[in-house]
Every structure is written in structure tokens, then in C-alpha cells.
């Protein structure tokens, strides 16, 4: 689906943790994404020549670049959204309210290990 509006799954994650978190490093949304630091980097490579991010150097930090979503990066972002909210209404629409809450606490349990693992 998001082939549609020209992301790759991890340039969705990239973007999406750009929404959440402005202003993050690489290194940072390699983490949030679960890919490596070399990974995020060409993603990030791309998305800021497909003029969807831009880079700032932290002020602080001269050597940590900071990214943001561009006004273009955040329409596509919510183009992006439509779709996978749709995808996301027709996989657990033949659970109940109570199987779907159980299912995002299940999600979250396994996002969360992983994060400790890292």
C-alpha cells in the first residue's frame, strides 16, 4: 500500500518517528525503527533528497545532524497514514473490541522486549 504514495515500509517508520519525535538523530531513528545506524542512514540519505526531511546541525553538537519532516514530507506522512489505517481496519476487523485491545497490549509487550534487547 504505501508503494502507492512512494515509501518503503522503513522510509514509514522513518518519517513516522520524525512525526513523534522532531528533531532526531540517524542514530535515533535507527533505534525507534529497529534497523541499523548504516541502514537509517541511506534511508534518511533518500528521504532528505526526495525532499521529504531536512537536516540541521544540533546546536549544541556540531556534529549531530538533526532531522525534521518538511511541509512535502508531512503530507506524504498523512497520505501514508490513510493507507495503513485502512490496511489496519481490515486486519482485525473480525475481532471484538476486547480481542483487538488484546492484541495492541500483545504488540506493545513484543515492541518492548525488543527494545530492551537493544
Known amino acids: ?68 519532516l518538511t511541509r512535502t514530507g508531512e503530507q506524504r506522512l498523512r497520505q501514508a497514514h490513510r493507507l495503513v489505517g485502512a490496511v489496519e481496519e481490515r486486519m482485525v476487523a473480525g475481532l471484538n473490541r476486547t480481542e483487538q485491545k488484546q492484541l495492541v497490549n500483545w504488540l506493545n509487550q513484543c515492541r518492548e522486549a525488543l527494545e530492551n534487547q537493544a
Do not use: C, K, W
Request: charged share 15%; aromatic share 4%; proline share 4%.
Open 1 to 68: 500500500m504505501l508503494r502507492e504514495v512512494g515509501l518503503t515500509t522503513a522510509q514509514y517508520a522513518a518519517l513516522s518517528a520524525l512525526e513523534n519525535s522532531p528533531g532526531l538523530s540517524g542514530a535515533d531513528i535507527a533505534r525507534q525503527s529497529f534497523v541499523t545506524p548504516q541502514t537509517m542512514n541511506e534511508i534518511v540519505s533518500n528521504l532528505e533528497q526526495a525532499g521529504l526531511i531536512e537536516r540541521r546541525q544540533h546546536p549544541q553538537h556540531g556534529r549531530v545532524l538533526q532531522a525534521y
